[in-house]
């Protein structure tokens, strides 16, 4: 009983704040389903790579609604970040034979695939999450609060829209085949796997940065590039690899002035994570 009032509360008592968090909450809802749009038109280490353009839409909107200033060395760890994805882009764009298609390792049983509207979709999720990350990081310092409530004031709004589009777009095969039709173990484990990852993801906002994070999430390319290889066949080139380690570099580089400020005294404007 203590938890529904203190639920109720959180989302209807404080509804202005509830209306608030409808901003990011609609865009993470729309970014969710251009990931899906995405990795369903690209090999999943080249999706995986092109995603981490979400560090660059991050640190540019931190810069024009937190006001937050980089050093010249972030800036050059930002661009190069940018033409490691590049390249990595450019190479798989040699790659496809025919424009709008993903090559023949894709294979012919899945549905049709188009690398053009899986790049698109990516990078309209890159400047979603990039909009959505720094608002949801503006409110949680600005205004506080419990981390554990505001997931709950951010996740009604979106079951709310999410179970709206289903209805909409798939209502009469759930009503014959039921909402939980297809689950299985592997369904079951992303479900998991997502909702953990969203309660991280506002931990390390509330008590570091959403470039921090987005770095951190950069190193996850490297267990996706030989997942890709061990699992789907992908055998990354040699562009394929330099764009990489570009983006690896871009990590460390952004890494190295942030101890810097503190060790000689001065305020470094954000605490930094282990």
């Known amino acids: 009983r203590q938890t529904a009032v203190t639920l109720h509360e959180a989302v209807v008592g404080q509804f202005g704040d509830t209306l608030r968090l409808a901003v990011p909450s609609l865009i993470y809802t729309l970014q969710n389903n251009l990931q899906y749009v995405a990795i369903s038109n690209l090999p999943a280490a080249t999706f995986q790579v092109t995603y981490q353009l979400k560090i660059l839409t991050t640190a540019l909107f931190s810069v024009l609604l937190l006001g937050t200033a980089l050093s010249r060395l972030q800036w050059l760890s930002l661009a190069l970040l940018f033409?490691?994805?590049?390249?990595?882009?450019?190479?798989?764009a040699r790659a496809v034979p025919v424009p709008g298609a993903l090559p023949p390792s894709a294979g012919p049983e899945g549905p049709?695939?188009?690398y053009a509207v899986g790049l698109a979709a990516v990078a309209a999720s890159c400047l979603?999450?990039?909009f959505a990350g720094v608002y949801f990081e503006r409110l949680l310092k600005r205004s506080g609060g419990s981390i554990w409530?505001?997931?709950v004031q951010l996740g009604a709004v979106g079951t709310a829209v999410g179970l709206g589009a289903m209805l909409a777009a798939e209502g009469?095969?759930?009503a014959a085949l039921g909402f939980f039709y297809g689950y299985n173990g592997a369904v079951w484990a992303v479900v998991v796997n997502q909702a953990a990852g969203g309660l991280l993801v506002a931990v390390v906002v509330r008590y570091a940065d959403n470039i921090l994070k987005g770095f951190a999430t950069a190193l996850s390319i490297l267990a996706?590039?030989?997942?890709?290889a061990h699992l789907f066949g992908f055998r990354p080139r040699a562009p394929f690899l330099a764009g990489t380690a570009m983006v690896l570099a871009a990590v460390v580089l952004?890494?190295?002035?942030?101890?810097q400020p503190a060790a000689r005294g001065q305020d470094p404007g954000k605490s930094v994570g282990p």
């Open 112 to 114: 049709p695939q188009s």
């Open 172 to 174: 009469p095969a759930v």
């Open 83 to 92: 033409a490691g994805v590049a390249l990595v882009q450019a190479e798989q």
């Open 224 to 228: 996706s590039t030989a997942a890709s």
């Open 254 to 259: 952004y890494g190295r002035p942030r101890a």
């Open 149 to 151: 409530l505001r997931n």
């Open 128 to 130: 979603s999450s990039g």
